[in-house]
């Protein structure tokens, strides 16, 4: 009886160390294969979002210069003396432009459209900022007075869109 046990183990023995690598790498060649097709899908995906995140990049590149205050107060010109119309006309601009590449944000970092937003913020109260000056008295005041305080400090479009190169330098 005790040799029949002992032929038995001797033959169960192999066959269950056998099934267990066969078990094991059955198992790792099933994992290697669904991480293989998960970085063909993602590759196939960043083929075609690439594009896209450029794109985006891109168009918040120029909503920053559209919004660059230099390039706007050429752009957007007074319809009336009034400095608070004048005012309320570049916000209204700034909101229009901003508005308009809402949907951008799904493109590119969070972090850069944390910065872009801060920008848009930033011109919008030094445009206040600059309205509530004693020196305003009419809306061809306003602008200069704009401009020589962007003479002064560094314009928030022009941080933002150095950490936008940076971003898409970081892509590559």
């Known amino acids: ?11 169960c023995i192999p066959t269950l160390v056998t099934g267990a690598i066969a078990f094991m790498f059955f198992r790792e060649h099933l994992d290697n294969e669904t991480n293989r097709r998960n970085f063909l899908i993602k590759k196939d995906l960043q083929k075609e979002a690439l594009p896209l995140r450029l794109q985006a990049y891109e168009r918040m590149a120029l909503f920053l210069e559209r919004i660059s205050l230099n390039r706007l ?3 957007v010109q007074p319809t009336s003396e009034e400095s608070n ?7 209204a601009t700034i909101e229009q432009e901003f508005e308009h590449n809402l949907t951008q944000q799904i493109y590119v970092s969070s972090e850069c ?12 109260q030094l445009i206040r900022k600059a309205n509530n000056s004693d020196k305003v008295t009419d809306a061809d005041k306003l602008r200069e007075v704009i401009l020589t305080n962007l003479m002064e400090q560094e ?5 933002a869109l150095a950490y936008i190169k940076n971003d898409i330098s970081d892509m590559w």
């Open 1 to 11: 009886m005790q040799d029949q046990l002992l032929n038995l183990l001797m033959y």
């Open 73 to 75: 107060l050429v752009r």
């Open 85 to 91: 119309d004048y005012e309320a006309l570049l916000i």
């Open 113 to 124: 459209w944390g910065i872009i937003t801060t920008a848009k913020n930033a011109t919008i």
């Open 155 to 159: 314009s928030p479009s022009n941080t």
